[in-house]
């Protein structure tokens, strides 16, 4: 149960410790959605988790697609932990990561009546990618051509959000004739 202040230490799940998500995978997802989370938890390259006193009370899903483009494909957080900052902990935190490999564009989807996770990455700038937008690498955030291994799936809203500007033209040269 939240206690007064507490908020817990971001941890990374590797492994068997990976179990230790399930609780808020069930709290935070319903049907095919928990299933394919729980399927996901096993394979996905980067999973954290905020801890208090032992307990996962919040879990993020997160993978670079291509060396340019992250994904956040699950956060989850347990019921009696909504409303404590630990969703809005875990996507900073993704952000962060997301950043320092070297990402220029972050996606997710969430359901488009998901009124809470809609709010949350939209507080992080997140924002909604029409399907007829040019792709990340024409300087727009579509990516549906990546949609495949989003699992963007009916009912859902892809977001959206640049974390760097794509490079030009002249500077892709000078880094291919400096790797020369």
Request: net charge positive; proline share 3%.
């Amino acid at each position: 149960m939240p206690t007064n202040g507490s908020t817990g230490r971001l941890i990374d799940l590797q492994g068997e410790d990976r179990e230790r998500a399930v609780p808020a995978i069930r709290d935070g997802f319903e049907g095919i959605y928990r299933w394919h989370a729980k399927r996901t938890l096993r394979d996905i390259a980067r999973v954290r988790a905020v801890d208090v006193d032992g307990e996962v009370v919040g879990v993020s899903m997160l993978e670079l697609l291509v060396p340019e483009v992250g994904y956040v494909y699950y956060l989850a957080v347990r019921t009696q932990w909504r409303q404590h900052g630990i969703g809005a902990r875990l996507l900073d935190d993704a952000l962060v990561w997301f950043r320092g490999s070297g990402a220029r564009v972050v996606y997710a989807a969430a359901e488009e009546h998901n009124t809470p996770s809609l709010a949350l990455f939209r507080s992080r700038s997140f924002r909604l990618v029409d399907r007829a937008e040019a792709g990340w690498r024409e300087g727009g955030l579509g990516a549906w051509g990546l949609r495949s291994r989003m699992r963007v799936v009916f009912g859902e809203v892809l977001l959206g959000l640049r974390l760097a500007p794509e490079p030009t033209a002249a500077a892709d040269a000078s880094r291919d004739s400096r790797q020369a």
